[in-house]
Protein backbone atom coordinates (compact mmCIF):
# COMPACT_ATOMS: atom_id res chain seq x y z
CA UNK A 1 0.00 0.00 0.00
CA UNK A 2 2.65 2.32 1.33
CA UNK A 3 5.29 1.83 -1.96
CA UNK A 4 2.21 1.34 -4.73
CA UNK A 5 0.52 4.93 -3.65
CA UNK A 6 3.41 6.34 -4.59
CA UNK A 7 3.83 8.33 -7.88
CA UNK A 8 5.60 6.67 -10.57
CA UNK A 9 6.18 3.21 -9.38
CA UNK A 10 6.98 0.96 -12.19
CA UNK A 11 8.05 -2.67 -10.67
CA UNK A 12 8.41 -3.74 -7.17
CA UNK A 13 11.13 -6.64 -5.77
CA UNK A 14 11.00 -7.72 -2.54
CA UNK A 15 13.31 -10.12 -0.50
CA UNK A 16 11.94 -10.46 3.49
CA UNK A 17 12.56 -13.27 5.49
CA UNK A 18 14.78 -16.41 5.18
CA UNK A 19 15.02 -20.03 4.50
CA UNK A 20 17.14 -22.51 6.24
CA UNK A 21 20.75 -23.01 4.83
CA UNK A 22 20.16 -19.81 2.45
CA UNK A 23 21.44 -17.09 2.44
CA UNK A 24 19.22 -14.72 0.87
CA UNK A 25 20.22 -11.23 2.04
CA UNK A 26 23.88 -11.82 1.37
CA UNK A 27 27.01 -10.69 4.56
CA UNK A 28 25.96 -8.55 7.22
CA UNK A 29 22.29 -8.87 7.15
CA UNK A 30 19.58 -11.21 9.56
CA UNK A 31 16.84 -12.90 8.88
CA UNK A 32 14.60 -9.98 10.96
CA UNK A 33 15.40 -7.68 7.57
CA UNK A 34 14.18 -7.32 4.21
CA UNK A 35 15.54 -5.93 1.16
CA UNK A 36 12.67 -3.88 -1.50
CA UNK A 37 13.89 -2.80 -5.01
CA UNK A 38 11.56 -0.08 -5.99
CA UNK A 39 11.63 1.25 -9.87
CA UNK A 40 10.19 4.76 -10.67
CA UNK A 41 9.85 6.46 -13.97
CA UNK A 42 12.21 8.85 -15.18
CA UNK A 43 12.75 11.99 -13.69
CA UNK A 44 10.85 14.05 -16.57
CA UNK A 45 7.34 11.72 -15.81
CA UNK A 46 7.24 12.47 -12.45
CA UNK A 47 6.38 15.72 -9.79
CA UNK A 48 8.47 14.86 -6.75
CA UNK A 49 12.35 14.53 -6.76
CA UNK A 50 14.09 11.17 -5.48
CA UNK A 51 14.56 13.01 -2.36
CA UNK A 52 11.32 14.11 -1.51
CA UNK A 53 10.35 10.55 -2.83
CA UNK A 54 12.77 9.06 -0.46
CA UNK A 55 11.93 11.34 2.75
CA UNK A 56 8.36 10.22 2.09
CA UNK A 57 8.58 6.62 2.42
CA UNK A 58 10.80 6.77 5.11
CA UNK A 59 7.90 8.43 7.01
CA UNK A 60 5.16 6.30 5.97
CA UNK A 61 7.39 2.97 6.72
CA UNK A 62 8.54 4.00 10.30
CA UNK A 63 4.61 4.35 11.01
CA UNK A 64 4.49 0.58 10.78
CA UNK A 65 4.00 -0.72 13.97
CA UNK A 66 7.13 -3.21 14.81
CA UNK A 67 9.39 -1.27 12.68
CA UNK A 68 12.57 -0.83 13.99
CA UNK A 69 14.58 0.56 11.65
CA UNK A 70 14.05 2.15 8.15
CA UNK A 71 17.06 2.70 5.43
CA UNK A 72 15.47 4.38 1.83
CA UNK A 73 18.38 5.52 -0.82
CA UNK A 74 18.47 5.98 -4.46
CA UNK A 75 20.01 3.48 -6.14
CA UNK A 76 21.14 3.34 -9.80
CA UNK A 77 23.25 4.50 -12.80
CA UNK A 78 23.17 8.44 -12.16
CA UNK A 79 26.05 10.56 -10.84
CA UNK A 80 24.18 11.47 -7.97
CA UNK A 81 23.63 7.64 -7.06
CA UNK A 82 27.50 7.08 -7.03
CA UNK A 83 28.28 9.60 -4.52
CA UNK A 84 26.13 7.39 -2.05
CA UNK A 85 28.15 6.22 0.80
CA UNK A 86 28.30 4.51 4.05
CA UNK A 87 29.50 4.58 7.75
CA UNK A 88 30.16 1.54 9.18
CA UNK A 89 30.84 1.34 13.01
CA UNK A 90 31.51 -1.88 14.67
CA UNK A 91 31.49 -2.10 18.50
CA UNK A 92 32.54 -5.50 20.70
CA UNK A 93 32.49 -6.58 23.87
CA UNK A 94 31.64 -9.35 26.42
CA UNK A 95 28.80 -7.68 28.00
CA UNK A 96 25.48 -7.41 25.52
CA UNK A 97 23.87 -4.44 27.73
CA UNK A 98 27.14 -2.46 27.27
CA UNK A 99 27.44 -2.68 23.88
CA UNK A 100 23.91 -1.97 23.12
CA UNK A 101 24.06 1.39 25.15
CA UNK A 102 26.92 2.34 23.17
CA UNK A 103 25.35 1.60 19.82
CA UNK A 104 22.41 3.55 20.92
CA UNK A 105 24.76 6.50 21.95
CA UNK A 106 26.78 6.20 18.21
CA UNK A 107 23.61 6.38 16.70
CA UNK A 108 22.08 9.31 18.30
CA UNK A 109 25.56 11.05 17.98
CA UNK A 110 25.36 10.11 14.06
CA UNK A 111 22.04 11.17 13.96
CA UNK A 112 23.00 14.82 14.51
CA UNK A 113 25.86 14.54 12.10
CA UNK A 114 24.58 17.10 8.84
CA UNK A 115 23.90 14.88 5.31
CA UNK A 116 23.34 11.18 7.03
CA UNK A 117 20.13 10.37 6.18
CA UNK A 118 19.74 7.28 7.67
CA UNK A 119 20.74 5.57 10.78
CA UNK A 120 20.11 2.15 12.04
CA UNK A 121 21.77 -0.48 14.11
CA UNK A 122 21.86 -4.14 13.34
CA UNK A 123 21.72 -5.46 16.59
CA UNK A 124 19.40 -4.43 19.53
CA UNK A 125 19.45 -5.43 23.03
CA UNK A 126 15.93 -7.03 23.12
CA UNK A 127 17.23 -10.16 20.37
CA UNK A 128 16.88 -13.13 21.28
CA UNK A 129 20.01 -15.00 21.26
CA UNK A 130 21.13 -18.70 22.28
CA UNK A 131 24.26 -19.88 23.69
CA UNK A 132 24.74 -23.95 23.26
CA UNK A 133 27.43 -25.32 25.53
CA UNK A 134 27.92 -29.01 24.48
CA UNK A 135 29.36 -31.31 27.52
CA UNK A 136 32.73 -33.01 26.01
CA UNK A 137 32.37 -35.46 28.57
CA UNK A 138 28.92 -36.74 28.16
CA UNK A 139 29.61 -36.65 24.32
CA UNK A 140 32.72 -38.63 25.07
CA UNK A 141 30.93 -41.17 26.89
CA UNK A 142 28.44 -41.77 24.33
CA UNK A 143 30.31 -41.94 21.30
CA UNK A 144 28.96 -39.03 20.42
CA UNK A 145 30.66 -35.91 18.23
CA UNK A 146 29.65 -32.26 19.18
CA UNK A 147 29.30 -31.96 15.37
CA UNK A 148 26.48 -34.47 15.30
CA UNK A 149 24.85 -32.57 18.43
CA UNK A 150 24.95 -29.58 16.42
CA UNK A 151 23.73 -31.29 13.23
CA UNK A 152 20.70 -32.75 15.07
CA UNK A 153 19.94 -29.69 16.78
CA UNK A 154 20.31 -27.66 13.47
CA UNK A 155 17.65 -30.11 11.73
CA UNK A 156 15.09 -29.66 14.75
CA UNK A 157 15.31 -25.55 14.84
CA UNK A 158 16.26 -24.76 11.07
CA UNK A 159 14.34 -28.60 9.91
CA UNK A 160 16.10 -31.09 8.26
CA UNK A 161 15.45 -32.39 4.51
CA UNK A 162 13.45 -34.96 4.40
CA UNK A 163 12.39 -35.70 0.64
CA UNK A 164 12.11 -33.99 -2.38
CA UNK A 165 9.24 -33.16 -4.64
CA UNK A 166 10.18 -33.47 -8.14
CA UNK A 167 8.85 -31.72 -11.27
CA UNK A 168 9.23 -32.90 -14.39
CA UNK A 169 12.60 -30.61 -16.28
CA UNK A 170 13.20 -28.58 -13.03
CA UNK A 171 15.16 -29.71 -9.93
CA UNK A 172 12.43 -30.10 -7.44
CA UNK A 173 12.31 -28.41 -3.90
CA UNK A 174 13.30 -29.69 -1.28
CA UNK A 175 11.28 -30.88 2.05
CA UNK A 176 11.83 -30.42 5.24
CA UNK A 177 10.93 -31.52 8.69
CA UNK A 178 11.05 -29.90 11.25
CA UNK A 179 9.45 -28.96 15.41
CA UNK A 180 6.40 -27.20 15.28
CA UNK A 181 7.26 -23.26 17.38
CA UNK A 182 6.69 -24.87 20.66
CA UNK A 183 9.14 -27.61 19.94
CA UNK A 184 11.69 -24.99 18.78
CA UNK A 185 10.96 -23.13 21.81
CA UNK A 186 11.78 -25.97 24.17
CA UNK A 187 15.24 -26.78 22.46
CA UNK A 188 16.27 -23.27 22.85
CA UNK A 189 15.04 -22.95 26.40
CA UNK A 190 16.68 -26.19 27.38
CA UNK A 191 20.13 -24.55 25.80
CA UNK A 192 20.16 -21.49 27.71
Known amino acids: GIIGGEEGV ?16 GSGKNPQQG ?22 MRRK ?8 SVDVFDYGATPLSSIRSTVDVMVSGPD ?4 AGIGQEIKQRLENVRGLKSVSLSWTADKKEVNFVVSREKCALYGISPKDIASQVQASVQGGVASIFRIAGEDGFLIRARFDASGRDSIAGMSQ
Not at 35 to 56: A, C, G, P, S, Y
Not at 61 to 68: Q, S, V
Not at 96 to 99: G, I
Open 61 to 68: FLAIPGMK
Open 96 to 99: PRVL
Open 35 to 56: NITINLVDRFHRKQTMWQIEDD
Open 10 to 25: VAISSTLGSEPSVVSF
